[in-house]
């Protein structure tokens, strides 16, 4: 099985700030990763996906990069709206592992 | 706009079968586009891939859960199903049923039905 491994776990920073969160995995997923948030009570809300691809309506301060095995996800300037926690998973094969999630809580 | 909703029993007995329906509207579970999966969240934890169906009837599933996971789909209904069997208290959790894209990718979620597993 592929294991995804995300870090940090939990993440604070200010409204404004420049966030980053990693993604390994245990072997090569090429491209087919993607990134979800999840704000609490709410189904995950899919944010990039194919590593670097922005879903339609996702704010462009959002972006995705990385391949083979080590991916990032960036906000480019945190907004009040973005406190929340962040999956990464991989899809192959008809199915997908996800990471444990970082959470992203005001500092 | 599709929509997916779970429904089912919100509390299960120890050593029995959860059993869970999502309905599709909005759109056809025959579409050759996509896949069909359910996915689960332990309270205060993260999500794990339970297993995908194909309109046809083909499966996938996460090999942990194998042994006791049937998924199932119903095209006259737009429905698919989850039986989940001998389940224990490690199986309580906000269970989720999502459009799947891509062969993995869950783009249309459920809002999720909370099962609980208690005698």
């Known amino acids: 099985d592929i294991q995804m491994t995300q870090s940090p776990s939990t993440l604070s920073a200010s409204v404004g700030d420049r966030v980053t969160i990693t993604c390994r995995a245990s072997?090569?997923?090429?491209?087919?990763l993607a990134w979800y948030q999840q704000k609490p009570g709410k189904a995950p809300n899919l944010l990039i996906y194919k590593a670097s691809y922005l879903e339609s309506g996702v704010p462009s301060r959002f972006s995705g990069s990385g391949s083979g095995t080590e991916f990032t996800l960036t906000i480019s300037s945190l907004q009040p709206d973005d406190f929340a926690t962040y999956y990464c998973q991989q899809y192959n094969y008809y199915s997908g592992t996800f990471g444990q999630g970082t959470k992203v809580e005001i500092k | 706009q599709l929509q997916l909703q779970e429904s089912g029993p919100g509390l299960v007995k120890p050593s029995e079968t959860l059993s869970l329906t999502c309905t599709v509207s909005?759109?056809?579970?025959?579409?050759?586009?996509?896949?069909w999966g359910w996915i689960r969240q332990p309270p205060g934890k993260g999500l794990e891939w339970i297993g995908t169906i194909y309109y046809s009837g083909t499966t996938y599933y996460n090999p942990s859960l194998k042994s006791r996971v049937t998924i199932s789909v119903d095209t006259s209904k737009n429905q698919f199903s989850l039986n989940l069997s001998s389940v224990t208290a490690t199986d309580t959790a906000l269970y989720y049923c999502?459009?799947?894209?891509?062969?993995?990718?869950?783009?249309?979620w459920g809002q999720g039905t909370m099962v609980t597993v208690s005698s």
């Open positions: 999502a459009r799947l894209a891509s062969s993995g990718l869950a783009d249309i």
């Open positions: 909005g759109g056809s579970i025959s579409s050759s586009s996509y896949y």
């Open positions: 072997q090569t997923i090429s491209g087919w």
